[in-house]
C-alpha cells in the first residue's frame, strides 16, 4: 500500500468549496528552512517513508526556532553535510524502535515514533494533536490520548496551521 505525506491536502480539499469558506491561509515560512531531504538517501526508499517526512519537518523547526531547538531534534554530527545529518536521523527513525517502517510507514508507527522521538530530544517542547480513521495498529496498548479517532477535518487543520503547529497530512493512494 503506497502512501505519501503532503501538505497540498488543504489546498484540494472539496470540503473548501462548501460554506461557510474559511479565510484564506498565508504563509510566511522561508522555504530554505524546509528539510530538503529524499527519501532514495535513507534506508526507507521504496515507498512513502514516514522518517523522512518527520525529519525535513524537524529540520524546519530547528531552522526556524534556532533559540527553542538549537541542534536538538537533528543532531550535526556531520557539521558540513546537513543532508547526512538528516538522514541519520530519519534511519533511526525508521528502524524497529520508533517507526518499524517496512517499505512504508504505518499512520500507527508513525505517531509512535514521533512521539518516542520527540520526548527524547525536545520533551514538553512539542504538542502532538492526531486525526485519524485508522484503527490503532502501532505497539500493543491502545491509541495514545492524544489520537482522535475521527475522519480528518478541514477545520482541525486550520485550526492547527493557525496555531503555528507543523501538520503532516498522510494521503493513502489505494483509496477509492
Not at 52 to 80: C, E, M, R
Not at 84 to 113: C, E, H, R
Amino acid at each position: 500500500m503506497k502512501r505519501w505525506f503532503l501538505v497540498a491536502f488543504l489546498a484540494a480539499s472539496p470540503a473548501w468549496a462548501d460554506p461557510p469558506a474559511p479565510p484564506p491561509l498565508q504563509a510566511s515560512e522561508t522555504f530554505t528552512n524546509f528539510g530538503q531531504l529524499d527519501q532514495s538517501e535513507t534506508t526507507c526508499n521504496s515507498n512513502g517513508c514516514g522518517a523522512t517526512a518527520l525529519v525535513n519537518g524537524l529540520w524546519f523547526l530547528q531552522q526556524q526556532y534556532p533559540k527553542s531547538f538549537g541542534h536538538s531534534l537533528i543532531p550535526l554530527t556531520k557539521p558540513d553535510d546537513d543532508n547526512a545529518n538528516m538522514a541519520s536521523v530519519a534511519n533511526k527513525l525508521a528502524g524497529a524502535d520508533y517507526m518499524n517502517t517496512q517499505g512504508d510507514t504505518g499512520i500507527s508507527y508513525f505517531i509512535y515514533g514521533k512521539d518516542k522521538y520527540l520526548n527524547e530530544v525536545a520533551k514538553g517542547k512539542i504538542r502532538i494533536a492526531v486525526q485519524t480513521q485508522e484503527p490503532w495498529s502501532g505497539p500493543p496498548g491502545a491509541a495514545p490520548s492524544y489520537v482522535q479517532n475521527v475522519a480528518p477535518t478541514p477545520i482541525f487543520l486550520l485550526k492547527e496551521l493557525k496555531s503555528n503547529e507543523a501538520v503532516e497530512v498522510l494521503l493513502d493512494a489505494s483509496a477509492p
